[in-house]
């Protein structure tokens, strides 16, 4: 989850955490301060000339009450429909370097974007159930059913159901119509708080949702913790006894060092790691660490199944290279389409990372360029004339597409039927010898790839030092990890056409390891042609610029995930390797929509350590959180590439 907030220049960590969880955790601080600054200047606006904010404590039906901001158009003249954000990140307003509450401060912006403080809307936030300055209990991804809930403790639905009621009696010049939206943790909140609706709500969006922590968003992928995400969150994420505005500000974790490479490799075991957080900050922390296995703690937390009853229309988002949801947004489309029939029910996916549709241009990431202004394109074209649709019955200039994609690599949006495309058809790249990765499956008997794996020693995910979650890895240049003898890499001969890949990527892997246990990353690469045009650079004066990077050859990462192998058959019932015994593991890398460009290369790397991204295995079978440092040994593992085991990327293909 790398839980994160949205708006003014936020420090990487603040930022991280805005959009995570809502606009993530700190995405909701920042959120708080203006949504959608990214946008316009503050300057050339002023909230205060055209909106009148109120503050109400609105009763749910256990007594709790929930702080909720209301900002109301000054024009009585007609009538507007609510368009509501629910938080953990606070309701409050971001103002002279500190967090506020109170009628006085206003934001510089409400809402998505400009277009909808101009079209008019009564703008509503609210912190969710003990959170800031609510009543009750708060509870990492409130569980839907629970047999026994604690005082305070709600449902996120009922409490949405009770503050809709009380808006519609309460708010005058409402036109009965109620949208809710959020990125990151107000995506979860957005998507729980729309089973069994009230009727008023009539359009929702989930973006960037949490759907399942353990199943591939913010806590685990396929079984391995996301070390580096979750500290730097959860050490400023903290609980405090609420009602309460603090904390005034989000507070980053102190390192001691440019990189967390180095800071998690000294401590190298997760016991060791959490020792260096303080009680607070290990409170929330810990629970994602010990539950190491999809048990009744995240089942519980899973809002997939109950994702039932849904009356509104509902326009889910994603982005191709969001660190910290990249599965919520297919879960929660998924799940709906499944479950309610007959609703609008609509997936928007882009090129983007946690919440990057809701500010600044989307024209690229990183070193990597998209040819366009994606967010803008969907701010604009997308998610206005949805919700304008919905609530005010706006006919949209072009009806919204069941799914709307940007296709990376080719860089065009499409517009699908159903996801994946009907026109996909899977297909399977195989490992070859030296390094060679086709469409045909390998001929000689008893050929494999080795290399020895040392925890000590791990594969960064990165080349570079930083700490948190550089959000630019999603398409880092793997070159440095190419050269490492710890990393295989199979390459494809140069395209002669394009190939286009949309769907779920599988890697189908037969693979033996000294110990008893090992983590297989497996990334899919797109490896550009050795003439390259250069990236635009900047060079002033006369003296030796620093060296920039050269394009031909790159190596942007398409997708990548791990696989703890010890959950090769079950994410409940984690099995040890028998040591040089050959076993099959198949498991979903996650979903692309990516064209390798004629010219191009395919490219996948398989290695055992993707640090710190991810946690150590020790590759000793082993409760990993109790794993002590004399546990972590080296191991020697080896990918088998033979016609009884052949192993591969299953990929879904376009014609």
Do not use: C
């Amino acid at each position: 989850m790398m839980r994160r907030p949205l708006s003014r220049p936020l420090s990487l960590l603040a930022l991280s955490m805005a959009l995570a969880f809502g606009p993530g955790p700190m995405l909701a601080a920042t959120l708080a301060s203006s949504e959608s600054a990214a946008d316009a200047p503050a300057a050339r606006r002023n909230l205060r000339e055209t909106y009148t904010k109120y503050e109400y404590r609105i009763p749910m039906r256990d007594g709790v009450k929930l702080f909720t901001t209301v900002y109301v158009p000054k024009d009585g003249a007609r009538s507007y429909p609510f368009l509501m954000q629910r938080t953990p990140y606070s309701a409050g307003v971001q103002a002279e370097g500190e967090l506020r509450y109170g009628v006085d401060w206003m934001p510089g912006s409400i809402g998505p974007s400009p277009e909808f403080e101009d079209a008019g809307y009564i703008f509503v936030k609210q912190d969710v159930r003990g959170r800031y300055m609510s009543e009750g209990k708060w509870q990492e991804m409130t569980p839907h059913a629970q047999a026994k809930r604690a005082a305070g403790e709600g449902i996120e639905s009922q409490d949405m159901h009770d503050t809709v009621a009380w808006l519609l009696k309460n708010v005058p010049n409402n036109n009965g119509k109620v949208g809710i939206y959020g990125i990151s943790y107000p995506g979860f909140y957005t998507a729980a708080s729309i089973i069994d609706s009230h009727p008023a709500i009539r359009a929702a969006s989930p973006q960037a949702p949490i759907a399942d922590l353990y199943l591939g968003d913010d806590s685990y992928h396929g079984g391995a913790f996301m070390l580096a995400a979750n500290f730097d969150f959860y050490a400023a994420f903290t609980e405090a006894p609420n009602p309460t505005p603090l904390p005034k500000s989000w507070a980053g974790f102190e390192y001691g060092t440019t990189s967390a490479y180095d800071f998690f490799l000294e401590r190298l075991s997760l016991s060791n790691i959490a020792a260096s957080m303080s009680e607070q900050q290990r409170a929330l922390f810990l629970p994602n660490v010990e539950h190491d296995t999809y048990d009744a703690y995240w089942k519980a937390r899973a809002i997939a199944p109950h994702l039932k009853n849904v009356k509104a229309a509902v326009l889910a988002v994603g982005g191709w290279f969001d660190a910290e949801d990249p599965q919520g947004p297919f879960t929660t489309y998924g799940a709906i389409e499944k479950q309610n029939p007959g609703i609008v029910n609509s997936l928007v996916m882009g090129p983007w990372v946690h919440g990057g549709w809701a500010r600044g241009e989307g024209a690229r990431l990183g070193h990597v360029n998209f040819d366009s202004k994606t967010s803008e394109y969907f701010r604009k074209e997308l998610q206005f004339p949805f919700f304008e649709q919905h609530l005010k019955g706006v006919k949209p200039a072009a009806a919204l597409a069941e799914v709307t994609a940007f296709e990376t690599g080719s860089n065009v949006w499409r517009r699908y039927s159903a996801w994946p495309p009907v026109q996909a058809k899977a297909r399977t790249l195989y490992f070859g010898a030296d390094g060679k990765l086709g469409w045909t499956q390998p001929a000689v008997a008893g050929a494999f790839d080795e290399y020895v794996a040392d925890p000590r020693k791990p594969v960064p995910y990165i080349g570079y030092p930083a700490t948190g979650v550089p959000q630019e890895y999603m398409v880092s240049d793997q070159r440095f990890a190419a050269t490492r003898p710890d990393v295989l890499v199979y390459q494809s001969a140069v395209l002669e056409d394009d190939v286009t890949i949309a769907g779920p990527v599988v890697p189908k892997l037969f693979v033996s390891t000294s110990g008893t246990d090992a983590d297989w990353v497996v990334k899919l690469i797109d490896v550009y042609p050795a003439a390259y045009p250069k990236a635009p650079g900047e060079h002033k004066g006369g003296d030796i610029a620093a060296p920039g990077v050269e394009m031909g050859g790159f190596q942007q990462l398409v997708r990548g995930n791990p696989l703890r192998g010890k959950f090769r058959n079950s994410y409940e019932k984690p099995e040890p390797f028998t040591p040089n015994k050959v076993e099959a593991l198949s498991y979903e890398l996650g979903q692309v929509n990516h064209t390798f460009r004629r010219g191009h290369r395919i490219m996948v790397q398989v290695q055992s350590s993707w640090f710190p991204l991810v946690d150590l295995n020790p590759q000793t079978f082993i409760h990993i959180p109790k794993a002590k440092p004399e546990d972590f040994v080296k191991a020697t593992q080896r990918v088998y590439r033979a016609p009884a085991t052949p192993s591969g990327l299953q990929v879904m293909v376009l014609p």
